[in-house]
């Protein structure tokens, strides 16, 4: 079985940084599409980056030029570098693999349990 866990949540003031990270563990040949998600009470669950395995990322706009997103491929890990942080940002942020498990088996879809982020002052 394939686990995503994330971690590096909390809560930060307006203007702060945080930097999460989520580290796949279990049956993994390949880890294709990493992303990041994150919903906020009331509202749909929507894509904040993603990064695939050559290296291509999106961000949505309301985060560019202020997060930054990465990956180990070592270490079965992805990244979120949250910098200029607003109290927008606050949510629930998941972590979101396109993971093949071995040569033989399609690519599955696998969620993280989420890391809370908060920013307030």
């Known amino acids: 079985q394939v686990q995503l866990v994330e971690s590096g949540g909390g809560l930060v003031q307006p203007g702060g940084s945080l930097r999460l990270s989520c580290a796949a563990s279990?049956?993994?040949?390949?880890?294709?599409?990493l992303g990041w998600y994150r919903q906020a009470p009331g509202k749909q669950r929507e894509l904040v980056a993603s990064?695939?395995?050559?290296?291509?990322?999106t961000y949505a706009d309301s985060v560019k030029g202020r997060f930054t997103i990465s990956r180990d491929n070592a270490k079965n890990t992805v990244y979120l570098q949250m910098n200029s942080l607003k109290p927008e940002d606050t949510a629930v942020y998941y972590c979101?693999?396109?993971?093949?498990?071995?040569?033989?088996?399609?690519?599955?879809?696998?969620w993280g349990r989420g890391t809370q982020v908060t920013v307030s002052s």
């Open positions: 279990g049956s993994i040949f390949v880890a294709d599409v």
């Open positions: 979101n693999g396109l993971i093949r498990e071995n040569i033989l088996a399609k690519i599955t879809d696998y």
């Open positions: 990064i695939a395995g050559d290296g291509t990322t």
